[in-house]
């Protein structure tokens, strides 16, 4: 590992990271599956999109235009595909920068196709249906095959690639055989009216491996947009279960040092009145507790849920915006200030921290 002088750091460790990127990919070339690499949960750092690229994925995925118009200035020649419905106000940049992207309104795939046409060129779509999420996709199943019809025989500067769905983002739902085998069935439907087999049906993101994992996916979903599953290896759904034993979760490592040890109550003192966020938290009175205060805060890693102490005897107490406060007293060593501590993460603190400025970033190879 590198030395620094330079704290919070956050490690991304590039071997593991590249074990995740091949298993899936090889996992999910055996069943006939491609996968766009979606990138937006490290802020499309730059090692990690080239490897996605060196391993043949079938595109790289990003919700914000920013993070793929960066990849392309950067060289890669992966095709690029949005995963946000596109705003209205940057159709100019959708068309210039990425190659796929996710729809569901006619409007702006009315004006996407204008655009597409003054460049001279053919935006690939994917059509976004709800199948109970309830974020985005078309409700209506009659209505999203007419828009499919729509865009096939109306819009020549667009290219019907595929359809999509997104589930377990909003509503929590489950992807399961059920509802995988109901976007089969629809783009079969979709494929029928425009009498032509669609490129891709996109069967969702990292929380629909488990189907395919279980060989309950239908043939007929050919792709899923996958992050976290394998940048973490982890499910949002069930945070804690790895869901192939050979994959790594400990790919991002923050490591914050120690700014004070002090043994205090466990139990604020005083009258209970508001926390730095306004929330009204609950505190369990445990004794006298040794808690090291760590210099890195709600501001650098989102929420302190989101740190898993690699430590198992260090557990995570709270946080606020520039502190984190974590119980040591089961340690055995003497920890002292200007000591570190380190955290493998979840999902909101890979994003948080790979966005943040005051975090140093380190790719170890
Ligand atoms: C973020 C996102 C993904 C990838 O999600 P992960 O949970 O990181 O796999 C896929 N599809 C859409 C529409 C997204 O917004």
Redesign the pocket.
């Known amino acids: 590992m590198q030395n620094t002088a330079y704290y919070p750091t956050l490690e991304i460790h590039m071997n593991k990271v590249q074990d995740n990127i091949k298993n899936v990919h090889a996992l999910c070339s055996d069943n006939g599956v491609k996968i ?1 690499g ?1 990138v ?2 490290c802020n499309a750092l730059q090692e990690v999109a080239e490897v996605f690229e060196k391993n043949n994925y079938h595109s790289i ?1 990003s ?1 914000r235009i920013s993070q793929l118009k960066k990849m392309k200035d950067r060289g890669l020649k992966s095709e690029m595909m949005l ?2 419905i596109p705003m209205l106000s940057e159709l100019e940049e959708v068309i210039q920068y990425a190659d796929i992207s ?1 729809n569901s309104d006619r409007g702006t795939l009315i004006a996407l196709n204008d655009l597409a046409k003054q460049h001279g060129k053919v935006h690939k779509v994917v059509l ?1 249906t709800d199948l109970g999420d309830l974020r ?1 996709g078309v409700w209506d199943k009659d209505e999203f095959i007419d828009l499919a019809l729509f865009v096939e025989e109306q819009l020549e500067g667009l290219r019907l690639y595929g359809i999509g769905t ?1 589930l ?2 909003y509503g929590s739902i489950r992807p399961t055989e059920v509802n995988m085998t109901q976007l089969a069935e629809l783009a079969e439907r979709v494929e029928l009216r425009i009498g032509r087999v669609l490129d891709i049906v996109s069967g ?4 629909s491996v488990p189907v395919l994992v279980d060989g309950k996916m239908p043939k007929k979903v050919n792709h899923l ?7 973490l290896a982890r499910d ?1 759904t069930t945070p804690d279960f790895c869901y192939l034993e050979y994959m790594h979760n400990d790919t991002f490592v923050l490591t914050a040092q120690i700014i004070e040890i002090q043994t205090k109550p466990s139990h604020p003192v005083g009258e209970l009145y508001i926390d730095a966020f306004g929330n009204r938290p609950t505190y369990v009175d445990v004794g006298m507790r040794k808690r090291a205060l760590l210099g890195v805060g709600r501001q650098d890693f989102g929420h302190h849920d989101s740190l898993k102490p690699i430590d198992e005897r260090v557990s995570v107490v709270g946080s606020s915006s520039d502190h984190l406060i974590v119980d040591i007293t089961d340690v055995d060593e003497n920890y002292q200030v200007g000591d570190t501590l380190s955290f493998t993460l979840f ?1 909101q603190g890979m994003l948080f921290l790979s966005l943040c400025e005051d975090v140093q970033k380190i790719i170890v190879k």
Do not use: D, F, H
């Open positions: 766009t979606v937006k949960g995925g919700s995963v946000r996710l976004m985005e997104n377990g983002c969702g993101a990292t929380t947009r996958v992050g976290e599953g394998i940048l949002l999902y």
